[in-house]
């Protein structure tokens, strides 16, 4: 969990933030993993603004990213605390198809906003506590249980749905997804995603099971030897895990006005990968809030910039991946230069 | 299947063209665009063709891919109920498979079971095709239903739709809604781009539109043929294009995701074409409340009319309202397109 202090000293190039910071010990905020995370962000930017001026700095086009990197973004929030605790969940972008096709059913839609949001919730919930009995008291790898979950989950989801897309009406969700219930400009999907974040970076850096997920995931032996209930905190990961899910479907229901079998498709990835770039170990033991909102950013503005330029979706696909390659590399060399 | 105990309608049975219902499925190969269901006309050739009298017993084996989405959906659908219609034919459905190992084990284990006929929805045409030439020299005519196999020693009959057609239609009707209009833009929200399908109905949509001097496409998307993905990208579009004056989207299932992008960002000035022919979209166009104009079809029905071909073969018999004395190799089917004025008789057939 102390590994990145170290390196933090030695990055010479921006020794004033970087020396004081440090004295925060590794709840700083930033280390140099996001700064240049943020470079990356600012780099797309300019070629934003150069490329498509009047599109891409629009408030407008910053909304429109915002939105489309809410969803994902809940979820990666969740896959962070589940990575830093040593761990990994595959089935996410499953549990997400799952929640959203089950409160998207005609019978729960009969019972409303409230109906919806609870069954969105809880089915995540319950998808996060079969993974976290699964694997904590099984014992299963997190591997193989939470595939098994990405398995058997879609297969419901598409039981359930028959393969049919559910289409919402009721209206009071549908409404949430349109301009009119913007606060201060600002889509209510955003400000949730904003308010996961801002929950998420609390509880990692503020509260004992934020350590105690640091701790269980630098070294599980040390952390039961030292008294913590490493089994109970895995449980209670995978259903924050779940949880997170939950949130994440209905808010991709508001977002399409529906449910469809389909959805969260590939999500595991790329929250996985958002995760990494934002300097998330997979072995667990470190990682930030901070780094994989950032990291959430830096591919939805790359799809938004992308799209905007009427690229395709080959040329999309190689530079994403030169991207990735890029920014871990430029990540790497910073921090043990 | 005969499990059920329905009785065929006595009805319908007189309808007998062989493509009765399946309304906009005209078809191309044979030059024949009835659009209607030609009810109480008898066409008979001389030649001894399928009707929905009772014949001789028939065995259709059905693999098709998992139906996952809308479309397929209504494929398997289509095929099922087609199959209860008729007293003499009883259908073999495996369970979909989107894997090729798999389907092809369950196309082996239909040749295995001795069934008369095979009706094949490949998940993969291509890595379907071994599969499909081991039924043939097993004695089995394979009905290939439209993902093609790469050899035409793999199946007896092929049917299926048109993509390039498709997109060829779609941009003839944007065309003339726009050709009086002085430098048109036009815009595409396509299917997964690495399917060939995909290629094809947006070659066919950018050839029909050469046609069109004052109209230019100004941007083209690739979505997934979800609705999230649909949502994303046509969103990002409405950002791009400041003002265009239509839109053509693929699929109507993705179309779902699309038209919430277009209400989210609050425009109007175009008019919609979307593509395959759902329920709501046919609804939508009726209703004509929304930018949704119209829709281009590629038809499901298309797996009913593989299940009278297969009984057809299955049979010995051609096909009433033609002159030949066998069904024809290869059948393609007319991508129509759907607007406010014919929607009402097409509405049967939109797929939910």
């Keep these: 969990m102390n590994a990145d202090a170290p390196t933090t000293v030695a990055s010479t190039p921006t020794p004033p933030q970087a020396k004081k910071e440090h004295t925060g010990s590794r709840r700083m905020p930033f280390d140099v993993r996001q700064l240049s995370l943020v470079g990356v962000l600012l780099a797309l930017v300019v070629v934003g603004a150069l490329t498509k001026p009047d599109e891409f700095l629009a408030g407008e086009n910053l909304r429109l990213i915002l939105t489309q990197a809410s969803v994902i973004g809940v979820v990666t929030v969740g896959v962070t605390f589940v990575i830093i605790g040593g761990g990994i969940d595959l089935s996410v972008g499953a549990i997400v198809a799952l929640a959203s096709v089950w409160a998207t059913t005609v019978a729960t839609q009969d019972f409303g906003l409230t109906g919806m949001l609870l069954c969105s919730l809880l089915v995540g919930l319950g998808c996060g506590l079969v993974n976290g009995l699964l694997i904590a008291y099984g014992p299963m790898v997190p591997f193989i249980a939470t595939l098994a979950m990405l398995a058997s989950a879609r297969g419901l989801a598409l039981q359930i749905s028959d393969g049919n897309t559910q289409v919402v009406q009721v209206d009071a969700v549908l409404d949430l997804g349109i301009k009119d219930s913007y606060v201060l400009g600002i889509p209510p999907i955003v400000l949730v995603f904003a308010l996961v974040c801002v929950v998420g970076w609390l509880v990692l850096n503020r509260t004992t099971f934020g350590r105690r997920t640091v701790a269980v995931g630098g070294n599980a032996e040390a952390s039961r030897l030292a008294g913590i209930a490493v089994k109970r905190q895995r449980l209670l990961l995978y259903l924050l895990s779940g949880l997170c899910c939950g949130i994440a479907a209905f808010m991709l229901i508001i977002l399409t006005g529906s449910g469809q079998n389909t959805n969260g498709n590939l999500y595991e990835l790329d929250a996985i990968a958002a995760a990494i770039i934002g300097g998330t170990l997979l072995s667990g033991g470190r990682g930030t809030i901070l780094g994989s909102v950032l990291g959430v950013l830096v591919f939805t503005t790359i799809t938004n910039l992308f799209a905007l330029n009427n690229l395709q979706t080959d040329i999309q696909q190689i530079a994403k991946g030169a991207i990735i390659v890029a920014a871990v590399l430029v990540q790497k060399g910073r921090s043990t230069s | ?352």
């Design chain 2, 1 to 352: 299947m005969t499990d059920n105990p329905r009785v065929p309608r006595a009805a319908t049975s007189r309808r007998n063209m062989l493509f009765g219902t399946a309304a906009g499925a005209a078809l191309l190969a044979t030059g024949c665009t009835s659009n209607e269901n030609n009810d109480g006309k008898e066409e008979s050739a001389g030649a001894q063709v399928a009707d929905s009298k009772p014949g001789k017993k028939v065995t259709i084996g059905f693999a098709g891919p998992q139906a996952d989405h809308g479309w397929l959906n209504a494929i398997t659908t289509q095929a099922k109920n087609r199959a209860k219609k008729y007293e003499d034919v009883t259908l073999e459905a495996t369970e979909g498979s989107n894997d090729n190992a798999t389907q092809v084990g369950q196309v082996e284990t239909l040749i295995n079971k001795k069934v008369d006929v095979l009706v094949v929805l490949p998940a993969d045409g291509k890595a379907l095709t071994q599969a499909g030439l081991k039924a043939m020299r097993a004695g089995i005519p394979v009905v290939n239903l439209d993902r093609i196999f790469s050899t035409q020693q793999a199946y007896r009959c092929w049917i299926g739709g048109d993509n390039y057609g498709m997109g060829l239609n779609a941009g003839r009707y944007i065309g003339e809604q726009l050709k009086d209009k002085k430098n048109a833009k036009v815009v595409e929200l396509a299917g997964i781009d690495n399917l060939e399908l995909t290629r094809q109905r947006t070659k066919g949509f950018d050839d029909a539109l050469k046609n069109y001097p004052n109209i230019e496409k100004v941007a083209r998307q690739a979505a997934e043929f979800t609705v999230e993905s649909g949502q994303k990208k046509m969103s990002a579009l409405l950002q791009a294009q400041k003002s265009f004056d239509a839109l053509w989207n693929h699929d109507d299932d993705q179309g779902v995701g699309a038209e919430r992008a277009i209400k989210q960002a609050g425009r109007d000035e175009f008019i919609m074409v979307g593509g395959a022919g759902s329920k709501r979209v046919m609804e939508a166009i009726k209703k004509d409340d929304s930018v949704v104009k119209a829709t281009v079809l590629y038809p499901p029905t298309m797996a009913a009319s593989a299940i009278d071909l297969a009984r057809a073969l299955g049979q010995g018999k051609g096909i009433s309202g033609m002159a030949e004395y066998e069904i024809p190799a290869q059948v393609t089917l007319y991508s129509a397109v759907v607007t406010k004025k014919n929607v009402d008789e097409y509405l049967p057939i939109g797929f939910t």
